[in-house]
């Protein structure tokens, strides 16, 4: 039997694990992933250092998160008639609807397209926000364990794992690898990992936003991580706020590195000197250096 590594080793392999994950996240989404916002967001991201998870209960498709839900039952329906259509419709009316009810997942949203005209009117106050350009790997460093997830649009419900998982459920009264401490099937185990897993596919009329989502547990409790109630463009959501703190691992520096470009809205009135202004007073110069105008041609 080897020996058991130390809490220094473990920490050294993890590092270097992420910095694995750095690369490949990069490889694979390019080297700035972008999110459209407001300026009073930008504000609260640069001057507070936090960044915002909206629960995905109020995000502006009205299916996200149920969406594959939504397709795995209507699949189990086809597919196993009418034999089980009560127990299907018990299962989700019953178990599964009123968990994600509980448990909508929080969810911050970039895209893989810059300068989409789409997105600055959809997410970016009607083209009048910004842009931010965010450095992949200094954002996957960052966040390092959360999950970060490309969002799969129109993905058919009886080709997913899950619906294989409640398919035996619903047949077998087993629940595969979710087993609870006593080794017995575990629904709840089930179903929360379905709800973590729905929050990453939508209907295929968003397809265009080639989103990616940076997703924390709904559980996550920590010093630098909150679940307030918030005002967002007039109306009241519940939000995930996870604070960066001012320490060593996270200065100035290292905060100004997760920003490659910041990028003014085509319908702004914002002033672009008194913005680089506002981040030199702030103690940014790199952001200063970094403020452009978009060339979409909305107008």
Known sequence: MGKKMTAEQYKVKLD????????SFSQKYGDRIYHYTSVSALDGMVRDREFWFPCASSMNDKLDSKYLIDSIQYALLADLGDNYKQKIVDLFDNSIYPELNR??????SFSTVREDAAQWERYADNAAGVCIGFNSAAMKRLFRLELFQEVFYNYPGKEHQH??????YLTRGTTGSFIDTSGNPSLRGLISNLIITANLYKHFSFSAEKEV???PYWHYHSDNATIVFKQIRGIIRKVCIINIPRDSSSDHNAFED???EIIIGPRSQQNITELQDYFISLGYPKLSSIVKRSVCPLR
Do not use: H, S, V
Not at 16 to 23: A, M, R, V
Not at 103 to 108: C, Q, V
């Open 258 to 260: 997760l920003f490659d």
């Open 16 to 23: 270097e694990q992420i910095e694995k994950d750095c690369t």
């Open 213 to 215: 989502r940076l997703c």
């Open 103 to 108: 448990k909508y997942p929080y969810n911050m």
């Open 163 to 168: 619906f294989a998982n409640l398919k035996e």
